[in-house]
């Protein structure tokens, strides 16, 4: 049976949430989730984020669980596209709005198959075991440094220029995101998060914390806690999916 947990907060400094998630239990063996962070400072970053969710979750429960799983790439893809228009229409039209956008991480677990789909710095880890691993890239100007060589990923959590990132929905007529498929084992876990909890954790304390740091329904509020404690700067959300 798959389980999953999602909390979200405003941080230790930031005014506003512009973050969003949404998480859908469609069955047992089957799971929908994203999460979606803002951009756009007092220009609505909130309103891009949580005008994502509803799109793309809206188009992602229109489909029956079997259509859900025949062709999942297509779907997420599609739920990313509608969103991407809608962020960029509205952010065309309104002037309070212009110059919005927002990162998508989103998954459809089946069972012990996910696929996953992401634009921006919003991030997907695999934890099991063997330890954690990031599924997905940022699409960052950090990132890019660190897979071209140029800079160390304990350098890049300090780079200046970190938050910067290259991709983002909204920010264009056609979004780019990227597409991964992942076996995992039962007893692994799935985690979505926005960056400002990859950007106050490390990797190996997020291991921790799902791994040995207590009961796996109060894991999302602990690491909640952890990144409120170190003084995150931007808005958190964590959503934990279990599969068992």
């Known amino acids: 049976m ?10 230790a400094v930031r005014p506003q949430n512009q973050d969003c998630f949404y ?27 949580a005008l994502a969710v509803d799109v793309a979750s809206a188009y992602l429960e229109s489909l029956t669980p079997e259509e859900l799983v025949e062709a999942p790439k297509d779907h997420l893809v599609r739920g990313v596209n509608l969103s991407n228009e809608a962020v960029f229409r509205k952010a065309a039209q309104e002037p309070e709005c212009r110059g919005m956008g927002t990162t998508m991480v989103s998954t459809i677990v089946e069972k012990t198959r996910v696929w996953l789909l992401n634009i921006g710095d919003s991030r997907a880890y695999h934890i099991g075991q ?3 691993t990031k599924i997905s890239r940022d699409h960052s100007v950090v990132e890019d440094l660190v897979y071209r ?3 160390t990923p304990e350098e890049a959590r300090l780079h200046p220029q970190k938050n910067l990132i290259t991709r983002a ?9 990227d597409l991964y498929e992942v076996e995992v084992k039962l007893g692994d876990y799935l985690l979505l998060c926005s960056d400002g909890l990859s950007n106050t954790l490390t ?5 921790y914390e799902i791994l040995h740091g207590g009961l796996r329904e109060t894991c999302c ?5 952890q990144a409120l404690l170190r003084g995150a ?7 934990l999916i279990y599969i068992g």
């Open 203 to 207: 990797d190996q304390e997020m291991l």
């Open 149 to 151: 060589g140029e800079l």
């Open 23 to 49: 998480l859908r239990q469609v069955g047992e063996e089957l799971l929908t989730a994203i999460v979606c962070d803002g951009m756009g400072g007092h220009r609505a970053g909130n309103v891009a984020s």
């Open 130 to 132: 063997n330890g954690i």
């Open 233 to 239: 700067t931007d808005n958190v959300t964590i959503v």
């Open 2 to 11: 798959i389980e999953a947990w999602g909390i979200t907060d405003k941080g």
């Open 169 to 177: 929905l909204g920010s264009d007529m056609k979004a780019q995101p």
């Open 221 to 225: 509020q602990r690491l909640m806690d």
